[in-house]
């Protein structure tokens, strides 16, 4: 019998809960850890055999081991040593910031200039295969939010010139 939905989200919200208190106490997380501090799970395999639940752990269980792994690095290290590195790595996430909102808004720009000389479809149709990356690009707001709409045989046949008379041949 499956539980209700909102009684697994409140579940795993409170088992969310216990993981940020174990990882911000490098607790060791385990199945049966979370279960021993969890209100109403009484036994690991509650967690292992509930996907959601499971998945939540891993990933919780792989932020811990990169944390320890980061952790051991800076034990080894003197302390301004490591004061120059994490600035160092601060003004690096600064720069690669800076790139992606210069990217982003480039690519946004090529886009509406592709819009409107009419290719939108052929750009669109180029990134079918690489829906992925599509999407990607959706999330960082680089893909721009318009309706497309088609050209009339009439909008075809005005002229060139700026003097609103056709060019002769």
């Known amino acids: 019998m499956t539980e209700p939905i909102e009684t697994a989200l409140a579940g795993d919200e409170q088992m969310r809960e216990i993981l940020e208190t174990l990882l911000a106490d490098d607790g060791d997380i385990t199945a049966r850890a979370v279960a021993r501090l969890h209100p109403s799970i009484k036994a690991a395999s509650s967690i292992t055999r509930s996907e959601l639940r499971s998945r939540l752990l891993a990933e919780y269980q792989q932020r811990q081991s990169e944390y320890r792994r980061w952790r051991g690095r800076v034990a080894k290290r003197s302390g301004s040593d490591t004061a120059t590195s994490l600035a160092d790595k601060d003004i690096r996430i600064a720069e690669l910031e800076a790139t ?10 090529m886009l509406r200039a592709v819009g409107e000389l009419g290719g939108f479809s052929k750009w669109a149709k180029f990134y079918e295969q690489y829906r992925e990356a599509r999407d990607r690009l959706d999330k960082l707001g680089a893909v ?9 045989s009439e909008m075809r046949a005005k002229p060139a010139s700026t003097d609103g008379r056709r060019k002769r041949r």
């Open 144 to 152: 721009p939010a318009a309706t497309v709409s088609s050209m009339t």
């Open 100 to 109: 992606v909102q210069l990217l982003t808004a480039s690519h946004l720009a």
